[in-house]
T-cell receptor, first 115, second 112 residues
């Protein structure tokens, strides 16, 4: 079956512009996560959606970052007024549930470059 | 804030050598996962360890969870060029609930 897909794979934008990153999780997965990864480093948690519950936004670095998940499936991460320090790979992952020991299935990421 | 520290950050070895990657924390985790990430791709789960002292083997890879469930190690025997990649540990539980806290990663390069 299809894995997690993300689009675009690469995005180059100018400082101050807004960008939208899309994630299509594995069908039936109720949990969805966004992470940020800089220069092949570890993953920085951004936001977590579980079913119809209110998202956990505790990892969002500033109010320029927001995300939504429509119909419990597709998610969009929006970065407003992008800054150079926003340049990174943004990874999306989905999981069958929010229970323990659940594997997270990752998409290939969107590489964002802010000039 | 729970932190997972991985060491070493970078490792370059010759094919056939053995290596160990460490993942340490002052926090207790209910489980610990190891992922491997190749360039241009997302991380892929290798193993989940749950019980303190648990040892799991995956071909030439041996994973161990510390008795106190605060640390873990990954040992690779007779490394192959195909083992090259970024290895990430991720702890679940504690203050983060079912969320995963990721370590900073160990970038491994195995030269033929």
């Amino acid at each position: 079956g299809a894995g997690v897909s993300q689009s675009p794979s690469n995005k180059v934008t100018e400082k101050g512009k807004d960008v939208e990153l899309r994630c299509d999780p594995i069908s039936g997965h109720t949990a969805l996560y966004w992470y940020r990864q800089s220069l092949g480093q570890g993953l920085e948690f951004l936001i977590y959606f579980q079913g119809n519950s209110a998202p956990d936004k505790s990892g969002l670095p500033s109010d320029r970052f927001s995300a939504e998940r429509t119909g419990g499936s597709v998610s969009t991460l929006t970065i407003q007024r992008t800054q150079q320090e926003d340049s990174a790979v943004y990874l999306c992952a989905s999981s069958p549930s929010s229970g323990p020991y659940n594997e997270q299935f990752f998409g290939p990421g969107t590489r964002l470059t802010v000039l | 804030t729970q932190l997972l520290e991985q060491s070493p950050q970078f490792l370059s070895i010759q094919e056939g050598e053995n290596l160990t990657v460490y993942c340490n924390s002052s926090s207790v985790f209910s489980s610990l996962q190891w992922y491997r990430q190749e360039p241009g791709e997302g991380p892929v789960l290798l193993v989940t360890v749950v019980t303190g002292g648990e040892v799991k083997k995956l071909k030439r890879l041996t994973f161990q969870f510390g008795d106190a469930r605060k640390d873990s190690s990954l040992h690779i025997t007779a490394a192959q060029p195909g083992d090259t990649g970024l290895y990430l540990c991720a702890g679940e539980g504690g203050n983060a609930g079912n969320m995963l806290t990721f370590g900073g990663g160990t970038r491994l390069m195995v030269k033929p």
